[in-house]
T-cell receptor, first 112, second 115 residues
Framework: AQSVAQPEDQVNVAEGNPLTVKCTYSVSGNPYLFWYVQYPNRGLQFLLKYITGDNLVKGSYGFEAEFNKSQTSFHLKKPSALVSDSALYFCARNSGNTPLVFGKGTRLSVIA | GAVVSQHPSWVICKSGTSVKIECRSLDFQATTMFWYRQFPKQSLMLMATSNEGSKATYEQGVEKDKFLINHASLTLSTLTVTSAHPEDSSFYIC???????????FGSGTRLTVV
């Protein structure tokens, strides 16, 4: 079955430092991988996706993610964190025509 | 860009009553809509998938008679929580897809509290 795992419930980082939010995916079919961000009591906002092509995907608000097939990972990164990046981040996957399956989410706190 | 409007943003209802949540795609036609439920500090759990003009496909464990989904047009899907109970209190989020292979656009969510 398709799944994604986010091993960290919480990530804390100082403002200005690089941030990484981890995601690994199950080896099942050709994964389409996504990152979304959720602010309190709001829906999900799309950040980026990997379908095919370049392993390094650049997305909204300066975020990027690298598709690593050998490690089955799709970690979200940003070179310099902002306090406004503090939110709940979800990794998700599907196989093109199937509904999105989400990880449990990682709460990012950026401390000034 | 694609916008999905979800209403209401929050609702409080009495136990035993029914609540309807609407999800509208404002600038595109959504052939498929998805309904998710999110518990506090947890991930989104897919409840059902609905295609315009056909019956929704419910995930295992989701009561179709309790969570009625209607997708009568390409721009509107509704979720009705019937005979709501406190355990139905949750955050419900819809997502719309224009067509297969296209991206997903999420509504802003509905916080349902049943008292």
């Amino acid at each position: 079955a398709q799944s994604v795992a986010q091993p960290e419930d919480q990530v804390n980082v100082a403002e200005g430092n690089p941030l990484t939010v981890k995601c690994t995916y199950s080896v099942s079919g050709n994964p389409y991988l996504f990152w979304y961000v959720q602010y309190p009591n709001r829906g999900l906002q799309f950040l980026l996706k990997y379908i095919t092509g370049d392993n390094l995907v650049k997305g909204s608000y300066g975020f990027e993610a690298e598709f690593n097939k050998s490690q089955t990972s799709f970690h979200l990164k940003k070179p310099s964190a902002l306090v406004s990046d503090s939110a709940l981040y979800f990794c998700a996957r599907n196989s093109g025509n199937t509904p999105l399956v989400f990880g449990k989410g990682t709460r990012l706190s950026v401390i000034a | 860009g694609a916008v999905v409007s979800q209403h209401p943003s929050w609702v409080i209802c009495k136990s035993g009553t029914s609540v309807k949540i609407e999800c509208r795609s404002l600038d595109f036609q959504a052939t498929t809509m998805f309904w998710y439920r999110q518990f506090p500090k947890q991930s989104l759990m897919l409840m059902a998938t609905s295609n315009e003009g056909s019956k929704a496909t419910y995930e295992q464990g989701v009561e179709k008679d309790k969570f009625l989904i209607n997708h009568a047009s390409l721009t509107l899907s509704t979720l009705t929580v019937t005979s709501a109970h406190p355990e139905d209190s949750s955050f419900y989020i819809c997502s719309a897809q224009q067509r297969l292979g296209y991206g997903y656009t999420f509504g802003s969510g509905t916080r349902l509290t049943v008292v």
